[in-house]
Every structure is written in structure tokens, then in C-alpha cells.
């Protein structure tokens, strides 16, 4: 995503201008680019049902400032277009389907590179480039860094049609692809919004795991896997640990049943590749990486938003929702992390796995456990593991079997 500078003389009609932003935009490197004008949001009556509801769960942060989502030139006063951006994230030219127990649970987009450190970079150079071309004009990027209501705005320049399952949708890119803009003070000519191409179609309110999806347009964040395992903190509650199945960052699947998403792209951006250094990593690795390793390990992925005990403790979710008994070594090893909620997952998880080696490995930490609320979470799991029914009762001297 790098630019060639070039001097150019300001056309005067709004047309040109965006012709000559978007030819700019895809010499950063984005596939697609549009405009659209500044008016205040539609959607902001729905936005505030959808906060009133709790459908946010904990992102009290999405609440604050709502008049700056209502109206970009809250942030921006003397704001007249926005510049909106796409960059397609998958399918990838020269990437394969994920392998492995762990990478097939990380959604899509986290995979390579940090989208917000690229795009981020590739729109203030442009933005640079926007102000010395027209001297006087302000502009102001984001990428999913502000009260922005991305889709929206987007939706307006004709980028693609929210589909049902809320995602902005076009007829050839899919849903794979990311938003960024830039609000600007100079007049630029929008672009037309596309129709509804969701027709009848049910298929991601449908096949959603957990039902995050009541209705159509409608996320609900207390059910979506995707919240759970980026965007909260500390211990998942118990109730939810099953619905997050086997993903460990993100979720796909509303947008792996769409049917707009069957052929969509390729983009070619080597950036959002998986590293060929991360591509060995597996569950039981994740759940043992130390500090040193992680940092070295995720150096620039946007999956260091949970942090390293996030993401061990989505980790340790998975591997006692596959309910595997090669797993049981791992974990026992993880009842002594640092971490409490990384030693409370693992002793949920050993009890999900059961078996005589879970049974020994959660009596045996809970002799030496000293956090209050992780021996109470050792104790339900040891419940679990003796009622279950395939339970022995030999733990202490039994035979190996899982
Ligand atoms: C908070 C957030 C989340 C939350 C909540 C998601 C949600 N749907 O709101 C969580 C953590 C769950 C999440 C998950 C994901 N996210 Co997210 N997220 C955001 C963020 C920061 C804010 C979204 C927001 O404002 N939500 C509030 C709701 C109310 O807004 P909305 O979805 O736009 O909903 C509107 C519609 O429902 C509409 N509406 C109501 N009725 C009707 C009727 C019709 C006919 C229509 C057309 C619309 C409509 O009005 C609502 C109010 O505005 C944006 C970045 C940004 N600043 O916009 C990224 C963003 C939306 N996320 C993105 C991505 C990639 C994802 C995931 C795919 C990641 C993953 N694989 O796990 C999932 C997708 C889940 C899903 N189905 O939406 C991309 C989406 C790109 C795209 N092509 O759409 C964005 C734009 C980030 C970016 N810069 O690229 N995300
Ligand atoms: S991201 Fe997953 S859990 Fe969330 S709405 Fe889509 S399918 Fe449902
Ligand atoms: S799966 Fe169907 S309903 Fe859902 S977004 Fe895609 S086309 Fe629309």
C-alpha cells in the first residue's frame, strides 16, 4: 500500500475531484472506494432502540458520544463529504483455507495484519496527499476508531446494502471486506446507494449458533460469539462457554452461509496473509505461550485486542467444547498460569473433557489454588467429572484413561 506522488492541478467539479480521490485511494491500495455526502444518520433512531434493548452487552463505549455517530460534522463542523474505503480481507490471493485445531476458530479478517495499523497508515497518506492537492481542505480519517457509524455511511456511498445478518453486502466482494473514511471539507459527489439483495433470504438469521441474530438487522452482542471472544473481559459466563463452540477469535459463520460470499473477490493484499510463523501455532501452543512469545508471536495482529489471558481463556473454551482427551495434558498445565481466569477456564474445560487424568489434575491443584473464585470453579468442574456417567471413581490410583 504504497503511493506514487504526483502533482496534480485541483479540478474544480466535484466530479472530477472524486474521481481523482478514488483513483487515489486505489493507489493505497484499496479495492474500492466512493463517496458520500454528510447528512445526518438514518439509523440513529435504531441505533439508540438497539442501545436501549442492551443489545451492546458491555461496550458501554458504543453509547458514548452519540451525537457525533448522529452527525459526522460534530465531528468535523465545516465536514461535507466522506471518502469511504473497502478493502477485501478474504478470500486472499495466494491464501488457503485455515488448518489445524486452532486457526479455523479465528475469524477471517485476524488473521495476517492488523487491518487498522494498514488502512490506518494508507489513510493519512492520503489525506496528506488530499491537502496539499486542495490547500485549505481539512480531513479527519477513521477506521473503525471513532463514533462512526461505518455501515451506514458507507451504505450511502454505494459501496454495498446492509444485508440481514448487518454486515455491509456487495454483489461481487461479499461481506469479506473492511470499512475505513475519511470526513472532508470539500464537496465530492456521492455515490448511489445499491438495493436490498437480501430478497427472501434467511440463511445467516438461520444458521447463526447461538441465535445472536433475532431478526433481521438485528445483532444481538449478549448472544454473538464474535463479542465474547474479542470483545470481552474476564470470565466468560458459564451459560455461554458451550455456544462458543470451537471459535477462539471472532465468528464467520453468518457471513460463511451467505450466498454473496460463494464467489466474492479475491483481493490481493499479501499483508493480510497469515504469517507462515503463525500457521504452526495450534490450541495446546496458544494455551502455553508466555509473554515473551505472545508479544513475538503477535507482533501487529489485531488479536491482541483480548489480550493474552483472552486469548487463553477462549483457548482453553475451545478445547473443552471439542471434548478431547489429548487435550487434558495441556490444561492440566494451565491450571498453574499466572492468570486466574486462564486457570478458571482450564478447570471449566478438564471438566467438560472429564476422564481420571482431568479428576487428578483438578484435586491436585486444588491442594496448592489460593484465588477463592478458581478453587470454586476446580470444585464444579471436579462435580462435573464425577457425575459423569463414564466416572470410575479410581482417580486417585485408576488406570490412564482420559
Ligand atoms: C461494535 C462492533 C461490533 C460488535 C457489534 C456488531 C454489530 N452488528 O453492531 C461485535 C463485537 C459483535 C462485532 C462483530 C463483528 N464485526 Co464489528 N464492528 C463494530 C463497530 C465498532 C460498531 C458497529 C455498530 O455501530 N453497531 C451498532 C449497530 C446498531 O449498528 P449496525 O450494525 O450498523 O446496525 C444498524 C442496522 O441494524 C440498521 N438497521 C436497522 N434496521 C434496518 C433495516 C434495513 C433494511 C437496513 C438496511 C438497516 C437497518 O440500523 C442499525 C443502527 O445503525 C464497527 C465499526 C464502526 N465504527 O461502525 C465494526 C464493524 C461493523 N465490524 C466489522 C466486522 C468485520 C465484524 C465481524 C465480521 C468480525 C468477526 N468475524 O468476528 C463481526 C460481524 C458480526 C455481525 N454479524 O455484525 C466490520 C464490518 C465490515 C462489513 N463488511 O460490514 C466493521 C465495519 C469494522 C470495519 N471498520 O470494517 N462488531
Ligand atoms: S458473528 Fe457468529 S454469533 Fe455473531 S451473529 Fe454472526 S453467526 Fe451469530
Ligand atoms: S445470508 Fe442471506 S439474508 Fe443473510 S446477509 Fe446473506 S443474503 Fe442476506
Request: charged letters at 30%.
Amino acid at each position: 500500500m504504497a503511493s506514487a506522488k504526483r502533482t496534480v492541478s485541483s479540478p474544480e467539479s466535484p466530479a472530477d475531484r472524486t474521481a481523482l480521490l478514488r483513483s487515489w485511494a486505489l493507489e493505497e491500495g484499496f479495492d474500492r472506494a466512493a463517496a458520500a455526502a454528510i447528512e445526518p444518520s438514518d439509523q440513529i433512531g435504531a441505533f439508540r432502540d438497539w442501545l436501549k434493548r442492551g443489545d451492546h452487552a458491555a461496550m458501554a463505549w458504543i453509547g458514548r458520544r452519540i451525537e457525533r455517530r448522529e452527525d459526522p460534522r460534530n465531528i468535523l463542523p465545516d465536514a461535507r463529504s466522506a471518502l469511504c474505503v473497502a478493502l477485501q480481507y478474504w478470500p486472499l490471493d495466494g491464501e488457503t483455507e485455515a488448518t489445524g485445531d486452532l486457526w479455523p476458530g479465528v475469524a477471517r479478517y485476524a488473521r495476517g495484519r492488523d487491518y487498522h495499523d494498514i488502512m490506518g497508515k494508507a489513510l493519512k497518506r492520503l489525506c496528506r496527499r488530499i491537502e496539499e492537492a486542495f490547500p485549505g481542505a481539512v480531513t479527519r480519517p477513521y477506521v473503525d476508531t471513532g463514533p462512526v457509524l461505518e455501515r451506514e455511511l458507507a451504505a450511502r456511498s454505494g459501496l454495498g446494502v446492509q444485508g440481514k445478518n448487518t454486515n455491509l453486502l456487495d454483489r461481487t466482494w461479499g461481506s469479506y471486506f473492511l470499512l475505513g473514511e475519511i470526513f472532508l471539507t470539500l464537496e465530492l459527489e456521492p455515490g448511489e446507494p445499491v438495493a436490498d439483495i437480501c430478497g427472501r433470504c434467511t440463511r445467516c438469521l438461520d444458521h447463526c449458533p447461538t441465535g445472536a441474530l433475532p431478526e433481521p438487522y438485528r445483532l444481538d452482542s449478549r448472544r454473538c460469539i464474535s463479542y465474547w471472544t474479542i470483545e470481552h473481559r474476564g470470565d466468560l459466563p458459564a451459560e455461554v462457554r458451550e455456544d462458543l463452540g470451537e471459535w477462539v477469535f471472532g465468528c464467520d459463520v453468518c457471513q460463511e452461509v451467505c450466498p454473496w460470499n460463494y464467489k466474492a473477490g479475491p483481493g490481493s493484499h499479501p499483508q493480510l496473509r497469515q504469517p507462515s510463523e503463525r500457521r504452526e501455532l495450534d490450541l495446546a501452543g496458544l494455551l502455553a505461550l508466555d509473554r515473551e512469545e505472545y508479544v513475538r508471536c503477535f507482533v501487529k495482529s489485531p488479536m491482541k485486542r483480548p489480550k493474552l489471558e483472552g486469548l487463553q481463556r477462549n483457548a482453553a473454551v475451545a478445547m473443552g467444547n471439542r471434548r478431547d482427551p489429548r487435550y487434558v495434558p495441556p490444561l492440566v498445565e494451565a491450571l498453574a498460569a499466572e492468570e486466574p481466569v486462564v486457570r478458571r477456564h482450564a478447570a471449566w474445560a478438564l471438566g467438560q473433557i472429564g476422564g481420571n487424568r482431568a479428576q487428578r489434575g483438578l484435586e491436585g491443584r486444588l491442594e496448592v489454588e489460593s484465588d477463592e473464585a478458581t478453587q470454586r470453579e476446580i470444585r464444579a468442574a471436579l462435580r462435573r467429572v464425577t457425575s459423569h456417567p463414564a466416572y470410575s471413581g479410581e482417580a486417585q490410583h485408576g488406570a490412564e484413561s482420559a
